[in-house]
């Protein structure tokens, strides 16, 4: 394909800020149009849009003739809890008509990130394969894992080109994630440096699959300039960086602050992070497109601090 022009929708997110100038590194700064539901902050193309506006969607569309989208748009899964039918609307029925739209457009490459909250309790937890069980307890699962199936459909359909990776938690400075489970990741970096203490609302122990920032969107741009012919899932790529516990993670700042402090107050996100795995086997990711990570625990956390700096007093 030309020089693609792109779309990224969801761009003021945790992912969406960092792809997009990534996108435009790697592209060129006018091929990539930002678009999100607030206003931008930052310089670039932007198109202010309400994802659920199937006719503002369609103009961006044809206005910037694009030709590939990253559709980030989505509630998570602790903030998608709280009103379920909104987040059906935003993250299942808004990319359904996205899927026509980008058909009738003549779009044929979209980017649908799913997750590991398509897991539920009869997914074995260790090591989780690409094929295995999915009962998702969260709605954020559950329109992730109908939006995988809706894709695999297009893909064999209509000869889309819907490419998907399952992320695990995403940790990053440049950018602190809302309403998810695994956000306690980031935030904990943030209030050692800040505060040398946090209140950590998953337990102890609860494990979850990670990913570093960097990763990710190494990820993303290899999985989306990979040979179609190399892919054989069509439903979402199972990725992985490391596996984390908040007590690994307390261990791993305290070797760089030594008297940062951890309390744990598990709240509701406790027994959503319970149903999820707690390590995934990227082997297709690995096969099909050559995926490996290069940050683990250790060098993710020294880089995170390297960057997180005390803020200065006013
Ligand atoms: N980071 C997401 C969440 O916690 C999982 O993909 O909801």
């Known amino acids: 394909m030309n020089n693609p022009k792109i779309l990224v929708t ?188 946090y209140e950590c609302y998953l337990s102890k122990n609860t494990k979850l699959p990670m990913i570093y920032m960097p990763d990710m969107i190494r990820a993303t741009l290899m999985l989306m300039e990979a040979p179609k012919d190399d892919l054989t899932i069509d439903m979402s790529y199972n990725v992985t960086g490391f596996s984390v516990t908040p007590d690994s993670l307390h261990q791993e700042i305290k070797k760089h602050i030594p008297d940062f402090e951890v309390t744990y107050k598990p709240d509701h996100r406790q027994q959503i992070a319970e149903s999820w795995t707690e390590s995934i086997d990227d082997y297709y990711a690995i096969k099909d497109w050559a995926w490996s990570p290069k940050f683990d625990i250790a060098t993710m956390t020294r880089d995170m601090l390297s960057h997180i700096t005390v803020p200065e007093e006013s």
Request: aromatic share 10%; hydrophobic share 35%; net charge negative.
């Open 10 to 197: 969801g761009s003021g997110g945790q992912i969406g800020t960092v792809l997009v100038n990534a996108l435009r590194e790697k592209y060129g700064e006018d091929q990539v149009v930002a678009s999100d539901l607030k206003p931008s902050t930052s310089q670039g193309l932007f198109v202010q849009l309400d994802i659920t506006d199937s006719e503002a969607l369609d103009a961006a569309l044809s206005d910037h003739k694009i030709t590939v989208i990253y559709h980030l748009a989505a509630l998570l899964s602790s903030k998608g809890e709280e009103n379920i039918h909104l987040t059906w609307d935003i993250n299942l029925l808004s990319y359904l008509k996205l899927l026509d739209i980008a058909k009738s457009n003549g779009i044929k490459k979209i980017f649908f990130p799913s997750t590991i909250g398509i897991y539920g309790q009869s997914t074995p937890k260790q090591n989780t394969q690409q094929h295995t069980s999915f009962e998702p307890e969260t709605m954020y699962g559950i329109t992730k894992y109908t939006g995988e199936l809706w894709s695999a459909y297009y893909n064999k359909k209509y000869g889309m080109d819907i490419r998907s990776i399952r992320y695990p938690g995403v940790i990053s400075y440049q950018s602190r994630p809302h309403g998810g489970t695994t956000d306690y990741a980031v935030d904990i970096f943030f209030e050692a440096v800040e505060k040398g203490k």
